[in-house]
């Protein structure tokens, strides 16, 4: 009965060592876990991968993606990508099933075939690979964002798509498999060799037996406490394992949890500008590139890219003038693309977007960019001098205070935006009018008034002469600045209108090369439509302030004469 005993222990001792061992080496669970999108998914132009996907792991994860040829990988706002995307087929990775181990892709959108997302405005980075290549999930700043994986817009975007990450996965048996199959069999050996008991007479080995019975039980006993010991020391174990091993699931779903209950922060904690700095630069230098082209071969078409609004139009009857040869002209200067001194980029992220940024050392000058919708790039809609004794307002570059305004709704300002442009207009043509007490007190308005007062005078006896301006409303725009003022940029067609006092009489320029160059002529018995383009900057105080609206800065440029005889 001793040695069947001590076979048995060692046998299943030798069994749950095996067991255990076997858990920590060759039984052992990989080092990684991979899940990847189901082969039946539909082929679309577009493939979205969403942030859920690096919830699986609290370290950055691995996406591996494959593909035929060459392919987009684009960083962006996950609004930004979905407002790209619209209603295109696209195949959205929208988190990771652990348990079957692949990657949950949901199919959606109609539009076969979309616009190469390559170039667009909204990526914060992106690069194209040829075949394969690993992406570690990156998050440039705060907020929600996506990857955008594309061919060209027309091919099928890749779907060979999977994501790896470390597995998390235990053995909390393998320590307690160890602790007993040693010991079993440590016990079993022990019995092998256990000392036999002495024999004489029946009736002695009866008496012997009944001796040593006793101190027998009581060595088993004492194996029996010493086991009792063990088996609670090897129950403490297991507890301590399944506690850690619970606690060691349990800390990510905590962690999970805290992360998805919003901070106690300010209202505009949710806001973020719709362009990082990174990305300003970018599109800058592509306006200058652009306006660099157009420069060379003077060529309007070369602009269009990049160019809208006034800084379009300015530079396309600069182009002209230059190539009618008119007296005077030279190209206008070009933009220069950095260092930024200061920029306000609006939080709104509804579309038309508008962003103001600062350059320029010894002349900074204001550009407007302007992006129409999601697919169309930003550009460059006015590029206005700041005058002389003005300033920027103060404006960290990110600043999240800064919002598209509604130009009729003057909350909390002075006026409302679109009403500043209606009485700056009155001010230009008039500067006797009611609203000129609205403004403080400007170089630039007190010349242009100068020179309007000094044209009636010298046509006086010749000539009536007076002035309207014509507001484009397409180009008001308006952002909030970080005082509770705003910034307002608008254009303005100028025209000085001429025509003689006296029918028959003639209106004559002669003096001006540059005007007989563009009207083609040095005298006129009609009526002369001289057009300006005028650029101009605001600053609206908050209300309750005591300062005024000022022109900080502004532009003017004679585009064309119209002879109307």
Do not use: C
Request: proline share 5%; glycine share 8%; hydrophobic share 40%.
């Amino acid at each position: 009965m001793r040695i069947l005993t001590a076979i048995v222990a060692i046998v299943l001792g030798a069994a749950a060592l095996v067991a255990g061992i076997g858990q920590k080496t060759f039984w052992a669970p990989s080092e990684t876990v991979t899940a990847a999108i189901p082969g039946s998914v539909e082929a679309a132009p577009l493939t979205v991968i969403e942030s859920g996907v690096n919830d699986v792991n609290e370290d950055p994860i691995e996406i591996t993606i494959k593909g035929d040829g060459e392919f987009l990988l684009a960083l962006g706002r996950s609004s930004d990508v979905d407002a790209w995307v619209g209603d295109a087929s696209v195949n959205r990775v929208t988190e990771v099933d652990t348990e079957e181990r692949v990657l949950k892709t949901v199919h959606e959108g109609s539009e076969d075939e979309v616009p190469n997302p390559e170039n667009s405005d909204l990526w914060v980075a992106k690069d194209t690979v040829d075949g394969e290549t690993v992406y570690t999930w990156t998050e440039p700043a705060e907020g929600e964002w996506s990857l955008l994986v594309a061919a060209d817009g027309s091919d099928p975007a890749p779907t060979d798509i999977s994501v790896e990450w470390p597995n998390n996965a235990t053995t909390p048996f393998a320590l307690g498999l160890i602790i007993i199959g040693a010991l079993l069999v440590l016990f079993g050996l022990l019995r092998l060799v256990w000392p036999s008991k002495k024999t004489g007479n029946g009736a002695r080995a009866a008496n012997d037996d009944t001796r040593e019975v006793p101190q027998v039980k009581g060595s088993n006993g004492g194996v029996a406490k010493r086991l009792t010991a063990v088996g609670a020391m090897v129950a403490l174990t297991f507890s301590g394992v399944t506690a850690a091993h619970a606690t060691e699931e349990s800390e990510p779903s905590d962690a999970s949890a805290s992360a998805d209950v919003p901070e106690d922060t300010d209202g505009d904690s949710d806001a973020y500008p719709v362009l990082l700095e990174m990305q300003l630069e970018r599109i800058l230098s592509g306006v200058s590139r652009a306006i660099e082209a157009g420069d060379e071969d003077l060529d309007a078409g070369l602009l269009e890219a990049r160019l809208g609004g006034d800084a379009l139009s300015d530079r396309r009857s600069n182009y002209k003038q230059i190539s009618d040869e008119v007296d005077g002209v030279k190209l206008l200067e070009p933009v220069v693309a950095g260092p930024v001194r200061t920029s306000a980029v609006t939080t709104t992220t509804d579309w038309p977007r508008t962003v103001l940024a600062v350059t320029g050392e010894e002349s900074p000058r204001i550009l407007t960019l302007t992006q129409k919708d999601p697919r169309s790039n930003y550009k460059l809609t006015q590029n206005v001098k700041m005058l002389a004794g003005t300033s920027f307002p103060g404006i960290v570059i990110g600043d999240t205070s800064i919002h598209t305004l509604d130009l009729s709704d003057g909350s909390g300002l002075q006026t409302d935006p679109e009403d500043a442009t209606v009485q700056l207009r009155r001010f230009l043509n008039n500067p006797e009018v009611s609203q000129k007490d609205m403004f403080a007190e400007s170089p630039y308005i007190e010349a242009v008034h100068e020179a309007q007062n000094e044209a009636k005078s010298e046509a006086e006896d010749e000539a009536t002469v007076e002035y309207k301006r014509f507001i484009d409303d397409d180009s008001i725009h308006a952002v909030s600045t970080p005082d509770g003022g705003a910034l307002v940029t608008l254009s303005i067609e100028s025209v000085m209108i001429t025509a003689p006092r006296d029918e028959g009489a003639t209106v004559t320029w002669s003096k001006n090369k540059k005007h007989v160059d563009l009207a083609g002529a040095d005298e006129t018995t009609g009526t002369a439509n001289f057009s300006y383009a005028e650029s101009f900057a605001l600053y609206i105080p908050a209300a309750g302030s005591d300062d005024k609206i000022q022109v900080i800065a502004a532009d003017s440029e004679l585009q064309k004469i119209d002879i109307d005889e």
